[in-house]
């Protein structure tokens, strides 16, 4: 059938290709990547913050964003409720930072509507298993392992898609990017934190205690 097929082949072949686009969008911006950083560093070492800086072009420093990505990472590794190792959080870093990029051009280039989320997510699968199978680890835990990794990129990739949209519709407004990032930040912790306490009430309620 049209369904076996697709689940068989079509979504593998298609995965594959957001994979080779993405690694084509990611090398087209190493340029802005590496500007960013040279950027971020300038303003550390100087000391100055981003008091020069136009309005309309204050990010986040470069401290809050490596810090929080580190803090992530091990929120990540000792969260006992995801069940995830050191080496997968670590993964979720490198496949965040991959597909955030590429989730970023494409909305900003074409729009959220054309985020490719559900390959970008297939993709991560893939090369999680992969490694996972060429370690060693094949029990059951490691395929709920290799689940929650593909999972939390999946998320990444989404908000960053949403965030990108927003910081486009902040730069043609005269928004200023620090405090949009600094309002999406808050929005994304309180809604976790909400949904999380959510639907864990949600799954005891569901649970039989003898």
Known sequence: SAYAIRNAYILYVGAGAVATGGFIALARAIPTIIGAFRGGLANLRAGQGQAATKRTERDLPLSVVGGGALALV???WLAPVLGIN????LLILLFGFFFVTVSSRITGEIGSSSNPISGMTVATLLITCGLFVAVGWTG???KAMALTT???VCVSASVAGATSQDLKTGFLVGGTPRLQQ???S???ITSAVVIGFVLIQLNQGATTHK
């Open 86 to 89: 050191l080496l997968s959080a």
């Open 182 to 184: 600094i309002a999406i």
């Open 140 to 142: 059951v835990g490691y």
């Open 150 to 152: 593909a999972a939390l």
């Open 74 to 76: 091990v929120a990540i």
């Open 186 to 188: 808050v929005g994304v």
